[in-house]
């Protein structure tokens, strides 16, 4: 082969070299894979998948469902791998126990598409049991909205059920650690236990009703008739659920707030100088003074009459009622 003839040669694999190296590095199709389940035996699952190779993938997780079809499935969602490799995501909530679930990894590309590992299938042990740490605030009134904080409560109120003194909790929000509820109204004692059930796993922590206080009456003084005002803090603002008695007579309540509660004093009252007694918020508190009856004053009599006569005597805080 001549000089010309081998130059020729030479561009010629050089060329096929240089094709060679551009194509080295192609960017590779993302592959998925399920690898297995770890059952726990205190409730909860571990889900275990492999990227072999993360590239182009902007979310990546686990799908699990009752069926195989995944017609009602639950979805894991783990967000844009930053590497390629093993992933091991944990279920603690919203698994029934004894119940049959398929699963199987996931992960969504650029355009759109979605590719699948193996669908495999685990025997649930059920979910982790609840734990309640705290409740804000710590006391409350009826029908007060508060909030259970802790782990394991799960997403929603399909998954767990809250009760207060035995009666179902009003939820409000919820998600896995915390349960925002209304104390009911028709709880039948201040002091109870709030407990949250996921499905046969519970927690339970004490809770109570704020005490209320009664500061002062005013006036502390009155006479039949009056409206007297019950001033202190913690009442019912529901006047169905106060009561006031002074001595043994019930009074009518006109109105009622957190700090104030009118009330109108009775005509039947037995005594002059009577204990005032306030149950409101499943409790019972007693006035620090007793209220007092005005005594009647009488201002003028006839300078004088005759047998028989009717006479009128004029003054104040005289009883209502002619008996």
Request: proline share 6%; glycine share 8%; charged share 20%.
């Amino acid at each position: 082969m001549n000089r010309k003839n081998r130059i020729i040669c030479l561009l010629i694999l050089v060329g096929i070299a240089s094709c060679n190296k551009e194509g080295d590095d192609p960017t590779p199709l993302p592959t998925i894979e399920t690898i297995k389940s770890e059952v726990l035996g205190e409730g909860g699952v571990i889900f275990y998948g492999n990227l072999i190779s993360h590239r182009l993938i902007v979310e990546h997780g686990f799908l699990y469902s009752k069926d195989s079809s995944f017609s009602h499935k639950e979805e894991i969602s783990l967000g844009t791998p930053s590497q390629s490799g093993e992933y091991v995501p944990e279920v603690c909530t919203g698994l029934e126990p004894e119940q049959v679930y398929f699963f199987q990894a996931f992960a969504e590309i650029e355009n759109g598409s979605i590719i699948r590992g193996e669908v495999k299938a685990f025997i649930s042990s059920g979910s982790k049991p609840p734990i309640i740490g705290y409740v804000i605030p710590e006391k409350g009134h009826l029908e007060d909205t508060i909030q259970i904080h802790g782990q394991n409560f799960g997403i929603n109120s399909y998954y767990s059920k809250t009760y207060l003194n035995g009666k179902r909790a009003s939820i409000l929000q919820q998600n896995d650690s915390i349960i925002t509820c209304i104390i009911p109204n028709n709880i039948d004692s201040h002091i109870f236990t709030i407990q949250t059930m996921v499905f046969d796993k519970s927690d339970s922590i004490p809770f109570e009703l704020y005490t209320p206080k009664i500061e002062a009456l005013s006036p502390i003084h009155a006479t039949f008739r009056d409206t007297i005002e019950v001033i202190g803090e913690h009442f019912d603002f529901a006047s169905e659920r106060n009561s006031i008695a002074l001595g043994n007579i019930e009074v009518q309540i006109l109105s009622s707030s957190r700090n104030k509660i009118s009330f109108v004093v009775p005509d039947n009252l037995e005594n002059s100088l009577t204990p005032l007694k306030l149950n409101t918020q499943l409790q019972g508190v007693l006035s620090g003074e007793n209220f007092k009856l005005i005594p009647p004053q009488v201002i003028s009599v006839p300078e004088c009459s005759f047998t028989n006569e009717q006479i009128v005597l004029e003054g104040e805080n005289f009883h209502p009622i002619h008996y």
